[in-house]
């Protein structure tokens, strides 16, 4: 039970959190993806980014990044390309079969989010975007 303010928060962010990673986790596993190659393949959407960039943006070790990359390129949705400027480094570049599953997970998630905020009006809406904007500011070491 939250009994000070620093509880409260702490246990709404915790609840917040919970409900969006339980629709990220039943938008990604409709498409036949773990959560983490759901993320996995949002990063590479953007950023085409090497084994040691996901780790960070994954916050996992950079060994599970390579099971993770090998699974998505037997599906075809990603390749691993040497980068242009250190051969030493591999990047992650989706497919085009990489990009419609990215494309149909962004729009699952978009639309459940929309759709669930919808009812607010459009000033509390911008307030907890500036709100979540902080916050995730805040959250970042």
């Not at 009994?3 to 629709?23: Q, S």
């Not at 990220?24 to 393949?41: I, K, M």
């Not at 079969?97 to 989010?113: D, K, M, P, W, Y």
Request: glycine share 6%.
């Amino acid at each position: 039970m939250a009994d000070t303010p620093d509880d409260k928060l702490v246990e709404t962010l915790i609840g917040v959190f919970m409900e969006i990673d339980g629709l990220f986790n039943t938008a990604s596993r409709q498409l036949g993806l773990t959560p983490q190659q759901a993320q996995l393949l949002c990063f590479a959407q953007h950023l085409q980014p090497s084994f040691g960039e996901l780790a960070t943006l994954l916050h996992c070790d950079k060994t599970n990044i390579t099971g993770l990359v090998d699974r998505l390129q037997r599906r075809g949705l990603l390749t691993r390309q040497p980068d242009p400027n250190d051969r030493r480094i591999t990047r992650v570049h989706l497919t085009p079969e990489g990009e419609a599953v990215t494309g149909r997970f962004q729009h699952t998630i978009n639309t459940t989010l929309t759709t669930r905020f919808s009812s607010w009006p459009s000033t509390q809406r911008d307030d907890l975007v500036q709100l979540l904007r902080s916050a995730t500011t805040a959250l970042r070491p």
